[in-house]
C-alpha cells in the first residue's frame, strides 16, 4: 500500500489506464473488463484491476491537474512497479482542423507549470511519449478509420486562464490543450517506463462548441479501446 492508494502489492497490473475522472474508471471496468476488482476507493479516486482478452489491466482515476496526476502515477510506478501507463482523457482543440470528438495522441507537452523547472532547475525539459505505444497507436487509429492527430499538447495548470495563453501556444503547431500529461511523461521517463496520453477532444477552445459531462463520462469509446488494443 501507499499513500493514497490502498491496494495490495501486486494488485495493480503493468498496465494501467489513466482516466482523470474516477467514474470513467468506473465506466472502462464494468465495460471493458472481465472479473474487475476494486482495487482503490481512498479520497473516492476509484481503482479496478480485471482482464482484457485475456491480460491483466489497472484502470486508476487520477484526478485533475499536475499535482494530483504526479501523487497517482509516482505511486503507481514507484511502489506498484508499472511498466505501462496510458492516460485516457480529454482535452480542448486550439487548432481550427482539429474537431470535436477527434482524437489526439499526445506526442510531447509543453506546460506553463513550475513542476519540471523545479525538478529541472535551469533546464527546459521536454516530456514526450513512448515511441513505440504512440507508433502503435497511430497505425491502430488508421487500421480502425478513426481521426487522430499526433503532436505537441498545452498541458495548463488553469482550466481557466484569464490570459488566454493558449493562442500563444497555438501559434506554433500545439494542437490541444489539457493539464496533466507533462508530468506524466516526466515521471514515465524518470522511472524507464512507457506513458502516452490518448486524448478525446471534448471542447473547442478555439472555434467554441463542447461535450456534456455525462458524454465525457460514458460516450468516448473510441479513445477507450484504443488505448486498450496498446495492451
Known amino acids: 500500500m501507499s499513500i493514497h492508494l490502498d491496494a495490495a502489492p501486486g494488485q495493480i497490473a503493468k498496465t494501467v489506464l489513466l482516466p482523470g475522472d474516477p467514474k470513467r474508471a468506473a465506466f472502462i471496468a464494468e465495460r471493458y473488463l472481465q472479473d474487475a476488482q476494486c482495487h482503490n476507493q481512498t479520497r473516492g479516486m476509484l481503482g479496478f484491476t480485471g482482464l482484457y ?110 490570459q488566454n495563453r493558449w493562442q500563444q501556444i497555438a501559434q506554433y503547431g500545439t494542437l490541444a490543450s489539457e493539464m496533466e500529461t507533462a508530468i506524466l511523461y516526466a515521471l514515465a521517463a524518470r522511472y524507464g517506463a512507457e506513458a502516452l496520453s490518448i486524448l478525446t477532444v471534448s471542447d473547442h477552445i478555439a472555434c467554441g462548441g463542447a461535450c456534456t459531462a455525462l458524454e465525457r463520462e460514458q460516450s468516448f469509446n473510441q479513445m477507450i479501446e484504443l488505448a486498450l488494443a496498446l495492451v
Open 53 to 162: 482478452k485475456g491480460v491483466r489491466v489497472s484502470v486508476q482515476g487520477t484526478g485533475m491537474g499536475m499535482p494530483s496526476m504526479a501523487i497517482y502515477a509516482e505511486e503507481i510506478l514507484r511502489d506498484y512497479g508499472a511498466t505501462r501507463l496510458i492516460r485516457v482523457g480529454t482535452c480542448g482543440a486550439i487548432q481550427p482542423h482539429v474537431k470535436i470528438r477527434d482524437l489526439v495522441l499526445a506526442q510531447s507537452a509543453s506546460t506553463d507549470s513550475a513542476m519540471l523547472s523545479g525538478w529541472l532547475p535551469g533546464l527546459s525539459y521536454a516530456p514526450t511519449a513512448s515511441f513505440t505505444l504512440l507508433k502503435r497507436a497511430a497505425e491502430e487509429a488508421e487500421r480502425l478509420g478513426l481521426p487522430y492527430h499526433a503532436g505537441n499538447v498545452f498541458t495548463s495548470d488553469s482550466f481557466y486562464d484569464p
